[in-house]
């Protein structure tokens, strides 16, 4: 019953997240196809990847990733920073303008309405589940 229930949470947030990701496509300057859009979030999800972690992760090739980057970059919703550690590689970092358009109202609202319904001790038991969700997975 509860892994029914988390499921049932995790499908919510999947929706507010798709709602305003075309929301957000909608109401930006920018042309923005959700392929793009979905390019940003993997490159802000995996903070600071490199094209070759990029391309990796989405399973396809470094120039298709490099083709991608030149197009967000273009837009100026990434850029490239060089590495401190291996000053040969680059690093993709969001821009002001990705944080600008990236702000989720919708799920800081169904997180502040999580925080003021449950009491201490609920908040405490929900920090272990969620540390035990992020640590082992």
Not at 9 to 30: A, G, H, N, P, Q
Not at 37 to 57: G, H, N, V, W
């Amino acid at each position: 019953m509860a892994f029914r229930k988390f499921n049932a949470i995790y499908r919510k947030f999947k929706l507010i997240f798709y709602r305003s990701m075309f929301k957000k496509i909608k109401d930006t300057d920018e042309t923005l196809s959700s392929a793009e859009y979905f390019c940003l979030e993997c490159i802000y999800l995996m903070d600071k990847p490199t094209i070759s972690q990029f391309a990796e992760f989405l399973d396809i090739s470094s120039p298709n990733a490099t083709y991608k980057v030149k197009i967000l970059m273009k837009k100026g919703l990434i850029t490239k920073e060089r590495s401190s550690k291996d000053g040969r590689e680059y690093l993709l970092v969001p821009t002001q303008k990705f944080f600008d358009m990236y702000e989720n109202k919708d799920e800081t609202k169904t997180i502040d309405n999580m925080r003021k319904s449950l009491n201490k001790s609920e908040s405490k038991k929900m920090e272990k589940i969620l540390n035990i969700l992020t640590e082992k997975n």
